[in-house]
């Protein structure tokens, strides 16, 4: 199982199946076993050679505890050293959540290193001084005090009703470098709105109809990009979108087929 070192912050990353190469960043709270315990790996490594990765704070990736050693900068110079580190040039990339903003990074910094984006329910929002806790912020620190069994009860209650499996990753976090992240993201992540009109490379964007702000997010943007399209996943938050595989991946694989064809094509 390699490690890729990014400034000293090691990070981990599997790798399976055959073809072009395809990077999948989970979201928040996540881990690479999510995209194979909802099937979404069994659906791609026939046609692609599958890149997991482990976010900082995140599964067998280094957790630090200091809300600046989450910089959105610093995970896409984890992607970067995870590339490196597997002699990758390009890549397609899909993120889901934080994994998608950090996407939205790369297409920023490092766009001559993607194929193409697909963005999970996310937004290029700031962070501010002056912002109030957000629910997630509030859930980890009870639960930094009062453990992981009160984050399980206060995700249910944010969501309504979680699966087992994510109950199960819940109770496996380093609640500390989630407590962390949920500052940096409140507090000190920049805008890349403007930025993100910028991107040339193919775009599919997607989330939940009740996600809203994702969704609205989601669907302005592509009005803006000329090579990006929108699915909207009905009567789904941002919780069920993540897990919703057997809606997103044709629309995923009709997608990166496309992008195949017009290579050859051309």
């Given at each position: ?48 050679t599958?890149?997991l ?7 067998r ?6 809300a ?5 900068r610093l ?5 970067i050293?995870?590339m490196d ?5 390009k890549t ?7 994994g ?7 297409a ?6 993607l194929?193409?984006?697909v ?9 501010s001084?002056?912002?109030?806790p957000?629910p997630?912020?509030?859930i980890?620190r009870?639960?930094?005090q ?9 995700m ?11 109950e ?8 500390r ?6 500052e ?6 920049p805008?890349?709105e403007?930025?993100?009109l910028?991107?040339?490379?193919p ?9 809203r ?14 090579h ?6 009905a ?9 919703a ?14 992008l ?7």
């Amino acid at each position: 199982m390699p490690f890729a070192s990014n400034q000293g912050t090691m990070i981990c990353c599997e790798v399976d199946g055959q073809g072009p190469p395809i990077m999948l960043a989970h979201g928040m709270t996540g881990e690479m076993s999510f995209w194979r315990g909802y099937g979404y790996v069994d659906k791609l490594k026939d046609r692609y050679t599958v890149i997991l990765i482990d976010a900082r704070g995140h599964g067998r990736s280094d957790k630090p505890h200091e809300a600046e050693n989450y910089d959105y900068r610093l995970m896409v110079g984890d992607v970067i050293a995870v590339m490196d580190t597997l002699g990758l040039t390009k890549t397609h990339y899909w993120g889901y959540s934080m994994g998608a903003h950090t996407g939205l990074g790369m297409a920023k910094h490092f766009p001559e290193r993607l194929s193409s984006l697909v963005i999970g329910a996310t937004t290029a929002d700031a962070g501010s001084d002056d912002a109030e806790p957000g629910p997630l912020l509030k859930i980890f620190r009870r639960g930094v005090q009062e453990g992981h069994e009160a984050v399980v009860e206060d995700m249910r209650a944010l969501f309504g009703s979680i699966t087992p499996q994510y109950e199960q990753r819940l109770r496996s976090l380093d609640l500390r470098a989630m407590v962390a992240l949920s500052e940096y993201s409140t507090y000190r992540i920049p805008s890349l709105e403007s930025d993100v009109l910028q991107i040339k490379l193919p775009c599919l964007f997607y989330a939940g109809d009740r996600d809203r702000s994702a969704h609205e997010y989601g669907k302005e943007v592509v009005q803006r990009l000329p090579h990006a399209r929108f699915y909207s996943l009905a009567g789904l938050n941002h919780s069920d979108a993540a897990d919703a595989m057997e809606e997103i991946m044709p629309q995923v694989l009709a997608f990166l087929a496309g992008l195949e064809e017009r290579r050859t094509d051309a």
